[in-house]
T-cell receptor, first 113, second 111 residues
Framework: EAGVVQSPRYKIIEKKQPVAFWCNPI?????LYWYLQNLGQGPELLIR????????DSQLPKDRFSAERLKGVDSTLKIQPAELGDSAVYLC???????????FGPGTRLTVL | QKEVEQDPGPLSVPEGAIVSLNCTYS??????FMWYRQYSRKGPELLMY????GNKEDGRFTAQVDKSSKYISLFIRDSQPSDSATYLC???????????FGKGTRLSVIA
């Protein structure tokens, strides 16, 4: 069974540029999460989806971040415009509905210059 | 005070040692407790999952939860160089709620 797939694995951009990350969860997992992990820190939730619906986006900086999960499968996280402080690893995770066991992808490492 | 506290280390042990990793937490509503292992430049990998208080063993790994003390532990027996990684504790209140992570403890097992 394939795990959570994320792309790109690495991204380097200039500040003020837009950037997008893509996630394909484990097949059959209704719940999808985007986490942010800064260096030396644990992951912190940005947004959680139940199927197509964003049910917890209180930590998403909505002035520059947006996310979507069309058709309840793949998801895209976008930053526009990127700032220096956005340099971090963006992790996607998925789980079965009602279960806590979350499975993570390899992450996208973003560097903003 | 953060909801979940974890000593970031680094922790360095000789091969074959017993490793003890710990987290404390402040939110008594947490009921689900997990340990993830994260190798450098990889995503977190679920190692152990426990519900409420008690012990759970899986091979060389044992997870303990003491809800009365708000304290969880992960023990690694007969540690191997391949166990060298960052270990993250995580917990949540109920099913499908976001995980709250500790900072992670960086472990090095020296051959």
């Amino acid at each position: 069974e394939a795990g959570v797939v994320q792309s790109p694995r690495y991204k380097i951009i200039e500040k003020k540029q837009p950037v997008a990350f893509w996630c394909n969860p484990i097949s059959g997992h209704n719940t999808l999460y985007w986490y942010l992990q800064n260096l030396g820190q644990g992951p912190e939730l940005l947004i959680r989806y139940e199927n197509e619906e964003a049910v917890d986006d209180s930590q998403l900086p909505k002035d520059r971040f947006s996310a979507e999960r069309l058709k309840g499968v793949d998801s895209t996280l976008k930053i526009q415009p990127a700032e220096l402080g956005d340099s971090a690893v963006y992790l996607c995770a998925s789980s079965l509905a009602g279960y806590n066991e979350q499975f993570f992808g390899p992450g996208t490492r973003l560097t903003v210059l | 005070q953060k909801e979940v506290e974890q000593d970031p280390g680094p922790l360095s042990v000789p091969e074959g040692a017993i490793v003890s990793l710990n987290c404390t937490y402040s939110n008594s509503a947490f009921q689900y407790f997990m340990w993830y292992r994260q190798y450098s430049r990889k995503g977190p990998e679920l190692l152990m999952y426990t519900y409420s208080s008690g012990n759970k063993e899986d091979g060389r790994f044992t997870a303990q939860v003491d809800k009365s003390s708000k304290y969880i532990s992960l023990f690694i027996r007969d540690s191997q160089p391949s166990d060298s990684a960052t270990y993250l504790c995580a917990m949540s209140r109920s099913g499908n709620t976001p995980l709250v992570f500790g900072k992670g403890t960086r472990l090095s097992v020296i051959a």
